[in-house]
Nanobody
């Protein structure tokens, strides 16, 4: 059983900063990718940022230059530093990991529980 536990969401004024954290635990053999997605009310879930093995990162255009994703591989953790937050960043943020477990030979995607980030207008 794999769990992704998130922390760090909340409400912040426009222009402020937040840091999200996510740690994966369970019968994990290897992690190929960790990242963050978000879903605003009425919208589809969208990619925010990902961090693949080797440190290759990918960002949505809307957050490029404001958000920074990082990983701590020994801790199976991923972080998202969000600066210069805007009202349009308001959403539920989900941690995601693509990993291999002892029960499966194939990588599979797992999701965290989601964390609300609110940036009032």
């Amino acid at each position: 059983q794999v769990q992704l536990v998130e922390s760090g969401g909340g409400a912040v004024q426009a222009g402020g900063s937040l840091r999200l954290s996510c740690t994966a635990s369970g019968s994990i053999i290897s992690i190929q990718l960790m990242g963050w997605y978000r879903q605003a009310p009425g919208n589809k879930r969208e990619l925010v940022a990902t961090n693949k093995n080797g440190g290759v990162t990918n960002y949505a255009d809307s957050v490029q230059g404001r958000f920074t994703i990082s990983r701590d591989n020994p801790k199976n953790s991923v972080y998202l530093r969000m600066n210069s937050l805007k009202p349009k960043d308001t959403a539920v943020y989900y941690c995601a990991a693509v990993l291999v477990t002892r029960r499966s030979c194939h990588p599979a995607r797992y999701w965290g529980q989601g964390n609300q980030v609110a940036v009032p207008i």
